[in-house]
């Protein structure tokens, strides 16, 4: 379970924080608000779970958090123009 929050909580992370510097990129500010709230709290919940992995020398769970940071930065860089 741990291992799965914390790859879907970092693939969400890096995915909002993309959209969101496309959006302050563009000029749109209810967009970049609105990204930019999901970054700040998904930012939050990131540390959290990251270091209470390493902390708790769970190992595999810090890895799906290192996994799903990768994997999103591949994700949206190849589909970006659709958002």
Do not use: D
Request: aromatic share 14%.
């Amino acid at each position: 379970m741990n291992i799965a929050i914390a790859f879907i909580s970092s693939f969400a992370f890096i995915a909002f924080r993309t959209v969101n510097i496309k959006a302050v990129s563009s000029h749109n500010i209810l967009y970049a608000f609105l990204s930019s709230l999901m970054t700040g709290i998904l930012s939050l919940a990131n540390i959290y779970i990251g270091v209470s992995a390493i902390i708790n020398q769970n190992w595999m769970a810090a890895g799906a958090y290192v996994l799903g940071g990768a994997i999103a930065t591949v994700v949206v860089m190849k589909y970006k123009e659709n958002y």
